[in-house]
T-cell receptor, first 115, second 116 residues
Framework: QQQVKQSPQSLIVQKGGISIINCAYE??????FPWYQQFPGKGPALLIA?????SEKKEGRFTISFNKSAKQFSLHIMDSQPGDSATYFC??????????????FGTGTLLAVQP | KAGVTQTPRYLIKTRGQQVTLSCSPI?????VSWYQQTPGQGLQFLFE???????NKGNFPGRFSGRQFSNSRSEMNVSTLELGDSALYLC???????????????FGEGSRLTVL
């Protein structure tokens, strides 16, 4: 119930195309859903995050779509660029008797954007 | 503003040894979390500290321990190292307050531990 399932494991997209990564969760107590981007040799960096009171959040070329009833959320990268090539992780967390930074991460998606 | 600093960046140990990893959070951040990253298990939560108190602990054996100092700097220790402890250990800090929701985690570049 603590798992976050992420797909696909890897993704190849042409420059200018749309990259879509999906995640699903079981625990309805989760109330924070971030996406992190990680380049080789670096730590993950927050890309965009959403809370379950909204169904979509857009920041530049990055959009999170959230379906509370289906317990799914996805990341869309519009106009994908070679510089977007990285590993993307979805995550989820919930408050446990107070504040928490315990994130449950998905398994990651290796995105390659071909020029 | 300096980011999260982790030391050492790379280290090699042998089975049975112990290791201590250090993390300096971003100035003003009082919450520090530790994660283990491996190709097989991905990113897994180890523990979280706020104001020198452990708030959460992941499902790791007691060989894994940590602490936080009054200046918010944190250390984690792994005793009796096993081959399976080889991983990238990531530290993350945040502005999290005592009653706030999960906020943005700022990760360091990690300490890569190899156990031979």
């Amino acid at each position: 119930q603590q798992q976050v399932k992420q797909s696909p494991q890897s993704l190849i997209v042409q420059k200018g195309g749309i990259s879509i990564i999906n995640c699903a969760y079981e625990n309805t107590a989760f109330d924070y859903f971030p996406w992190y981007q990680q380049f080789p040799g670096k730590g993950p960096a927050l890309l965009i995050a959403i809370r379950p009171d909204v169904s979509e959040k857009k920041e530049g070329r990055f959009t999170i779509s959230f379906n509370k009833s289906a317990k799914q959320f996805s990341l869309h990268i519009m106009d994908s660029q070679p510089g977007d090539s990285a590993t993307y992780f979805c995550a989820a967390s919930r408050k446990v008797g107070g504040a928490t930074n315990k994130l449950i991460f998905g398994t990651g998606t290796l995105l390659a954007v071909q020029p | 503003k300096a980011g999260v600093t982790q030391t050492p960046r790379y280290l090699i140990k042998t089975r049975g040894q112990q290791v201590t990893l250090s993390c300096s959070p971003i100035s003003g951040h009082r919450s520090v979390s530790w994660y283990q990253q491996t190709p097989g298990q991905g990113l897994q939560f180890l523990f979280e500290y706020f104001s020198e108190t452990q708030r959460n602990k992941g499902n790791f054996p007691g060989r894994f321990s940590g602490r936080q100092f009054s200046n918010s700097r944190s250390e984690m220790n792994v005793s009796t190292l096993e081959l399976g402890d080889s991983a990238l250990y990531l530290c993350a800090s945040s502005f999290l307050t005592s009653g706030g929701n999960t906020g943005e985690l700022f990760f360091g570049e990690g300490s890569r531990l190899t156990v031979l």
